[in-house]
């Protein structure tokens, strides 16, 4: 598994922060969080000393894939960061693929915020596809509604076969899921990991070793499943890049303890 830090906890002059991490390690952008100027500053310059892969997060804040809304101003949004996921050869895209409905109006609406996800993001990768990107679905949860169930996500992968995801580790804690069970089923369509730990209450973005989540199991079921995937460490309060790199080298030293075994 190739690794990657994200801009997430690395907002404003701290992103130079991520210029040190080592020239095999890449990044993963946060696109709304900086100018397009911003983000072609920072990764002229990040590209001049590493080789490691670059991803590109779309937004989520104020656009959310499930939500009632014109589709067409929608996708233009989202293909805002398309120059700059080719400007930089990305390696994928990460759609969050809803934010968060209420308890009251999901449980009366879930079927059609559902649906309209679904079908969305059907015809957003079609988009992708004819504009040579890579669009990795992520697995979001909700607070405290949760749009899809495992089954149901599971399900969406099954109408679309050629659909890429990127698993979020902590997201999968909170809602339920169970990691071995998508990387089996979900196997090379897993083109990354959002990789970050929680007790299962609360989407905390912790250090891999602060949560519930077992690290060896991740691993094992990493290096059979998803060997080419990428672990983005994605923090929010941990912004110090030797924290991050310390973290990457556990879970390297847990891969090679699961080839071994």
Not at 143 to 161: I, T, V
Not at 183 to 206: C, E, F, M, S, W
Not at 233 to 254: F, H, K, N, T, V
Request: glycine share 6%; proline share 3%; hydrophobic share 35%.
């Amino acid at each position: 598994m190739k690794y990657s830090v994200s801009t997430c906890s690395f907002v404003k002059l701290k992103v130079k922060r991520l210029l040190a991490v080592p020239e095999h390690i890449g990044v993963e952008i946060f696109y709304e969080y900086g100018s397009t100027d911003y983000w072609n500053e920072f990764l002229t310059r990040f590209r001049e000393s590493h080789s490691g892969g670059i991803s590109i997060h779309a937004p989520f804040a104020f656009y959310d894939f499930a939500a009632p809304g014109d589709d067409g101003i929608l996708f233009e949004r989202f293909r805002r960061a398309f120059d700059l996921y080719h400007r930089y050869d990305s390696e994928f895209y990460v759609l969050h693929a809803f934010n968060n409905i209420e308890e009251a109006a999901g449980r009366s609406s879930a079927e059609a915020y559902r649906s309209r996800t679904v079908d969305r993001i059907a015809r957003f990768d079609d988009i992708c596809r004819s504009e040579g990107v890579c669009l990795a679905v992520e697995n979001t949860f909700g607070n405290p509604y949760n749009l899809f169930s495992q089954e149901q996500w599971l399900e969406m992968f099954g109408q679309m076969p050629n659909l890429h995801t990127l698993i979020d580790t902590g997201h999968a804690l909170v809602s339920g899921m169970d990691i071995a069970e998508l990387q089996r089923v979900l196997g090379p369509r897993i083109v990354g990991y959002h990789l970050h730990n929680n007790y299962g209450t609360k989407d905390a973005h912790n250090r891999l070793r602060e949560g519930c989540l077992d690290w060896r199991a991740f691993a094992q079921n990493a290096k059979h499943y998803t060997p080419d995937a990428t672990g983005v460490i994605e923090y929010l309060a941990e912004d110090r890049p030797e924290a991050c790199m310390e973290d990457i080298r556990y879970l390297e030293s847990l891969c090679v303890i699961c080839g071994q075994a």
